[in-house]
């Protein structure tokens, strides 16, 4: 009974996991597409109109960058959410010590880092792109990272350990069994 419900569980998870990977694309498509409608909906900004910048006076082929360039952080982390999902359809299966279940939760840390990295990254590309159209001197290059990408990184590397752990744990699970 109780495997059961453990099994429900991660597989509603697993559909959560990737409701939540198409509603963060998805959101962060519109925020550029629909910047005044989202915000007044969520407290959501994307990083144009967090630099002041009128997203409707953006020419077709800046917009697109922009969207290009604050997606490919979100894919890196639509990754890591993806391995996830792959996880919770492993514990549904009832794969909890194998070493494919430990192989998707290290890929889920490793999705994580990438994604702070490639934020780190991207923003202050994304912010030359929105200001690249200014004359010199109004140009922006913003730069930041925060304690949140800190906390994140930071958990990113105790995810990757624990599935280092639990990739361990299964290949001596293995061994012991072949003795029995």
């Known amino acids: 009974m109780k495997q059961d419900r453990i099994a429900q569980t991660s597989q509603r998870m697993a559909s959560l996991t990737m409701l939540l990977l198409v509603a963060i694309l998805v959101f962060n498509?519109?925020?550029?597409?629909?910047?005044?409608?989202?915000?007044?909906v969520l407290d959501f900004s994307n990083a144009g109109t967090k630099l002041g910048i009128d997203i409707s006076t953006l020419p077709?082929?800046?917009?697109?960058?922009?969207?290009?360039?604050?997606?490919?952080?979100?894919?890196?982390l639509g990754y890591g959410l993806f391995q996830l999902r792959a996880l919770f359809r492993r514990?549904?299966?009832?794969?909890?010590?194998s070493p494919a279940a430990a192989i998707h939760l290290g890929r889920v840390g490793h999705g994580i880092a990438w994604w702070v990295l490639l934020d780190f990254l991207c923003g202050p590309l994304s912010s030359v792109?929105?200001?690249?159209?200014?004359?010199?001197g109004q140009r922006l290059l913003n730069?930041?990272?925060?304690?949140?990408a800190i906390v994140a990184l930071f958990m990113a590397a105790c995810i990757t350990v624990i599935a280092r752990i639990l990739q361990r744990a299964s290949e001596v699970d293995a061994e012991n069994r072949q003795f029995v």
């Open 29 to 40: 498509i519109g925020g550029w597409l629909f910047p005044d409608t989202l915000s007044q």
């Open 60 to 76: 077709p082929w800046q917009l697109l960058g922009a969207i290009v360039l604050t997606n490919i952080p979100l894919l890196a």
């Open 91 to 97: 514990y549904a299966l009832g794969e909890y010590f």
């Open 129 to 136: 792109w929105l200001t690249i159209t200014r004359p010199a």
């Open 143 to 148: 730069i930041g990272f925060d304690s949140n």
